[in-house]
């Protein structure tokens, strides 16, 4: 019996107790997709806080959103903010009263226009800024290396290729495409 252990003999042993390296690959950059979405969601919610506020006024003092088209809004603006109310389902802290007259209710159009403006202010720079480069990295280490390690655990160039996608790297611009800004509502 030897006295020493081979790096191969490790590796072996590690196997059986430890996923195949394409596993871990995968895993990692589920790993890191989750820690990048949770970051931006986090942040992005609390920073909703306040659009969110605003607009549940919004859609109280009117009653209902398609009044705006007495204030000159055009139907895409008014679908965008419908959308964002089924999607948001924002809630008033106290009662607000149904304005009689829409003009009325041009202060609260403005204070939903500036809400927005200013998370849109934030959010751009922030997503920016994300230092993309290990999650990048990780995607690229899966893309260049994942269907070799499956093919060397499985030994089948076929089996190895079944359901691989290569992954893009992450951007800002991608990133914004599923975490956009919000919609101009200034008038």
Known sequence: MSASVQGNDVRKILAQFDAPAFVRRARAVEVADEL???????QRDEWLLMPKTRLAQLV???????RLTDLGFPTSR??????????????????????????DAIPTVRQLADSFLRFNRRWWPFVEQLDLAEINQIRDGYNRYYVIEKECSTGSAVLARRDFHVLPMWTAAKL????????????
């Open 78 to 103: 008014i679908a965008q903010l419908e959308q964002l109310v089924a999607v948001w389902r924002p809630q008033t802290r106290t009662r607000v009263p149904i304005v009689a007259q829409t003009t």
């Open 36 to 42: 990048l979405h949770s970051i931006l969601t986090r």
């Open 60 to 66: 109280a003092c009117l009653g209902h959103l398609k």
């Open 176 to 187: 914004l495409e599923a975490y956009p800004l919000l919609p101009d509502v200034s008038h």
